[in-house]
């Protein structure tokens, strides 16, 4: 149980190109997502929180216009890295969580984003 | 300020031993700690977690212990096999709001034959 499927694995795009990775939770309901991005050898760290229906809350030194998070619904968030360019690259991981106390985010395997 | 932190960037170990990763935090309101395995290029997946008011949780051949006076925590892999190799994560949180993880460094394992 508890699997998350992220989409795209794997994108190699042009500079100024928009990319839209999605996040899927496919047996619980998810109340929280997360989004990730991890740099070469370094931790996750944490670019935003979204939950179903309402904005997401996005940390400190996070572009929000140029990193969209929607959570459409229950089991499905998406990002979307608008008018992308080389310094996005990265591997972007999202996770989910249900609105249970002490239960643990369960990840995705990732999107790497490759923007030449 | 890196409120969680795993000092130990690598750590070698024989297959049948055990291998012992270390944690420490600094944040006293965190009360809910998590390992987190991951392969080069995938997610991480989830081993086990412990809440604070527990000092330890055992899980097959893994076993989390929680010194919450130290502010420390340490997964124990016992007995280590090849399979385990991976980099391994500590997350911490506070289980108020979204409960969002804190991630440590990670601690490269890598167990030989």
């Known amino acids: 149980g508890a699997v998350v499927s992220q989409h795209p694995s794997w994108v190699i795009c042009k500079s100024g190109t928009s990319v839209k990775i999605e996040c899927r939770s496919l047996d619980f309901q998810a109340t929280t997502m997360f989004w990730y991005r991890q740099f070469p050898k370094q931790s996750l760290m944490l670019m935003a929180t979204?939950?179903?229906?309402?904005?997401?809350?996005?940390e400190q030194g996070v572009e929000k216009d140029k990193f969209l998070i929607n959570h459409a619904s229950l089991t499905l968030s998406t990002l979307t890295v608008t008018s992308a360019h080389p310094e996005d690259s990265s591997f972007y991981i999202c996770?989910?969580?249900?609105?249970?106390?002490?239960?643990?985010?369960?990840f995705g395997d990732g999107t790497r984003l490759s923007i030449l | 300020d890196q409120q969680v932190k795993q000092n130990s960037p690598s750590l070698s170990v024989q297959e049948g031993r055990i291998s012992i990763l270390n944690c420490d935090y600094t944040?006293?309101?965190?009360?809910?700690f998590l390992w987190y395995k991951k392969y080069p290029a995938e997610g991480p997946t989830f081993l086990i977690s412990i809440s604070s008011i527990k000092d330890k949780n055992e899980d097959g051949r893994f076993t989390v212990f929680l010194n919450k006076s130290a502010k420390h925590l340490s997964l124990h892999i016992v007995p280590s096999q090849p399979g385990d190799s991976a980099v391994y994560f500590c997350?911490?949180?506070?289980?108020?709001?979204?409960?969002?993880?804190?991630f440590g460094t990670g601690t490269r394992l890598l167990v030989s034959p």
């Open positions: 996770s989910a969580r249900t609105g249970e106390v002490n239960q643990p985010q369960h």
């Open positions: 979204s939950n179903e229906g309402s904005k997401a809350t996005y």
């Open positions: 997350a911490a949180s506070a289980s108020t709001g979204f409960q969002k993880l804190v």
């Open positions: 944040n006293s309101m965190f009360d809910y």
